[in-house]
């Protein structure tokens, strides 16, 4: 049995719940805030959600755990077999999360917690969310799915990673990042009618 630590409302939490769902993988769930206490230090080194439990060891970073669980459960497969398409899976999963999530996440606690950020942070974050969009508009494909022709984990990155950012754009700067790119709009209703992702939304909800 795997813990998964967190809290339902981080995307990254969801992720890695989505992806353990998938796999079939034999989990439970246990309520971790981000903090920088020992114990939460211990599993995670930053102290942010989410880590996972095996056997007493902990291993934080989702797109570490997503590695492992690939390991561990290889069907469905996280990436194709093809190295190079593979490659470009991880290109877009880099871009989604490096240059989109990221970037919008230092606007996050005006526009989810209340706290105000600085006009600098505003501007920069706007000029570098649009750079940042433009390039995944670049490179992803979405016929049918975000690298191509099968589920990948760029799918579940563009999902929670811009479900989020889209929140955060629409907040701040009242544009949906979502609705800029039809392709990407009509791909985000498709996963989100995903059973993992769904049973992780629909899980959320109720908190
Ligand atoms: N690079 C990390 C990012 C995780 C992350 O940003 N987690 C957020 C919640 S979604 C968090 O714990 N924030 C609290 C903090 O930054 O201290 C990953 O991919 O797992």
């Known amino acids: 049995m795997i813990q998964l630590y967190g809290l339902r409302l981080s995307n990254y939490y969801s992720l890695i719940k989505a992806l353990m769902i998938d796999k079939g993988l034999d989990f439970e769930e246990?309520?971790?805030?981000?903090?920088?206490k020992d114990d939460n230090l211990a599993r995670t080194p930053m102290g942010?959600?989410?880590s996972i439990g095996v056997d007493g060891k902990?291993?934080?970073?989702?797109l570490a755990i997503a590695q492992?669980?690939?390991?561990?459960?290889?069907?469905?497969a996280l990436l194709p077999s093809d190295p190079w398409q593979a490659a470009k899976v991880m290109e877009l999963v880099y871009h989604i999360k490096l240059d989109v999530e990221l970037v919008a996440r230092r606007c996050l606690?005006?526009?989810?917690?209340?706290?105000s950020v600085s006009e600098e942070t505003k501007t920069s974050t706007q000029a570098e969310l649009k750079r940042g969009l433009a390039a995944v508009n670049r490179i992803i494909v979405c016929e049918p799915y975000a690298a191509g022709n099968t589920l990948s984990l760029a799918d579940y990155y563009l999902y929670f990673c811009y479900g989020l950012a889209d929140v955060i754009s629409q907040k701040m700067f009242n544009e949906s990042i979502i609705a800029q790119n039809p392709d990407i709009a009509a791909l985000m209703q498709k996963l989100a009618a995903h059973p993992s992702i769904a049973q992780v939304d629909a899980e959320q909800a109720e908190k």
Do not use: C, W
């Open 58 to 62: 902990y291993l934080s970073e989702s």
């Open 109 to 115: 606690p005006e526009a989810l917690f209340g706290q």
């Open 68 to 76: 492992y669980l690939d390991a561990i459960a290889p069907q469905p």
């Open 48 to 50: 942010k959600m989410p």
């Open 30 to 36: 246990v309520k971790a805030p981000p903090t920088q």
